[in-house]
């Protein structure tokens, strides 16, 4: 399950051993396609990754934390700390390599 947070919750992703953070907004195209792959891949990885949505306009400190320019925008953390991104529109397939490759 993808978990969607705000600011407000951040320290509980900072906690997670490995978690993925969809940076996204309700009105891109490529976000929305974006969110079914991400669904599935939180069941894929459950217990090994956590994964999370945060809406761009509503926690624009979180997007500048991150220098979030372009979305989707998916950061993965380890430990709290930046260890990737992926930008833009990825197939299931590629997200899971590069989840993968991270972990």
Do not use: H
């Not at 500048?64 to 372009?70: D, G």
């Amino acid at each position: 399950m993808v978990n969607v947070v705000g600011s407000d919750k951040w320290s509980e992703i900072e906690g997670k051993e490995a978690a993925v953070v969809d940076f996204n907004a309700t009105w891109c195209g490529p976000c929305k396609m974006m969110a079914p792959v991400l669904e599935e891949l939180s069941g894929d990885y459950e217990g090994k990754v956590d994964f999370y949505a945060i809406d761009v306009d509503e926690n624009p400190d979180l997007a500048e934390k991150f220098s979030i320019m372009s979305i989707p925008n998916l950061v993965l953390l380890k430990k709290g700390e930046l260890a990737d991104r992926s930008v833009g529109f990825k197939p299931k397939d590629a997200l899971k390599t590069w989840i993968d490759s991270q972990l």
